[in-house]
Nanobody, 119 residues
Framework: QLQAYGGGLVQTGGSLRLSCAASGTIFSIDDMRWYRQAPGKQGELVSTISSSGTTNYRDFMKGRFTISRDNAKNTVYLRMNSLKPEDTAAYYC???????????????WGQGTLVTVSS
């Protein structure tokens, strides 16, 4: 199970930190990702962090967003600074997880957390 939280209403230029915690039977987690979907638009990948901590960002988010993870807590974070109205969207976490050492990785989605940036 994935539980995402941290969204809310913020003014332009403000900051938010999203969190997404995995629970249940977990042996290991590989890549962890954040996606977003703005109203009336297709969803898009925001950022990825590997199990070793390697990160990737969409170009227009570099310098504003920071993804991180706490492997002990099975949690991924997204720190968002200098927010703009166009960042308004539902943000979803997505992870590759295996529950035992013998199982393959399975992809899981969390429920969305809504971020609204007012102008």
């Amino acid at each position: 199970q994935l539980q995402a939280y941290g969204g809310g209403l913020v003014q332009t230029g403000g900051s938010l930190r999203l969190s997404c915690a995995a629970s249940g039977t977990i042996f290991s987690i590989d890549d962890m990702r954040w996606y977003r979907q703005a109203p009336g638009k297709q969803g898009e990948l925001v950022s990825t962090i590997s199990s070793s901590g390697t990160t990737n960002y969409r170009d227009f988010m570099k310098g504003r967003f920071t993804i991180s993870r706490d492997n002990a807590k099975n949690t991924v974070y997204l720190r968002m600074n200098s927010l703009k109205p166009e960042d308004t969207a539902a943000y979803y976490c997505n992870i590759d997880l295996r529950s035992t050492r013998f199982s393959t990785f399975t992809n899981y989605w969390g429920q969305g957390t809504l971020v609204t940036v007012s102008s």
